[in-house]
Nanobody, 124 residues
Framework: VQLQASGGGLVQPGGSLRLSCAAS??????YAWFRQALGKEREFVAA????????KYADSVKGRFTISRDNAKNLVYLQMSSLKPEDTAVYYC????????????????????WGQGTQVTVSS
């Protein structure tokens, strides 16, 4: 099983980035993105189930970030817009074969497999 995240980089405030996560090894029911800023705990960003018309988002990114997935290609994306300096963090994709309910999707313990992380820096 492998999760490979990519797409991070340096962007100015107000800018956009799209992160990608390529999954291999099994069929995943739920994907998520988490992030960890320097000196802080890792936190939930967004999650999506296999046939999800209602992904879940952290309040801090709602309306600015969009999570999506391509089941045929085993890819999950995080489109980030209107980026702020406080979005600076290492972003991790996570996945599980389970299809979690909405109340569980934001828990780190719900995910069995994790990618290596990609750095996003928002700075002028």
């Amino acid at each position: 099983v492998q999760l490979q995240a990519s797409g991070g980089g340096l962007v100015q405030p107000g800018g956009s980035l799209r992160l990608s996560c390529a999954a291999s090894g099994r069929t995943f029911g739920t994907y998520a993105w988490f992030r960890q800023a320097l000196g802080k705990e890792r936190e939930f960003v967004a999650a999506i189930r296999r046939s999800d018309r209602h992904p879940k988002y952290a309040d801090s990114v709602k309306g600015r970030f969009t999570i999506s997935r391509d089941n045929a290609k085993n890819l999950v994306y995080l489109q980030m817009s209107s980026l702020k300096p406080e979005d600076t963090a290492v972003y991790y994709c996570a996945a599980t074969t389970r299809t979690w309910n909405t109340g569980t999707m934001n828990s780190q313990n719900a995910y069995d497999d994790w990618g290596q992380g990609t750095q996003v820096t928002v700075s002028s």
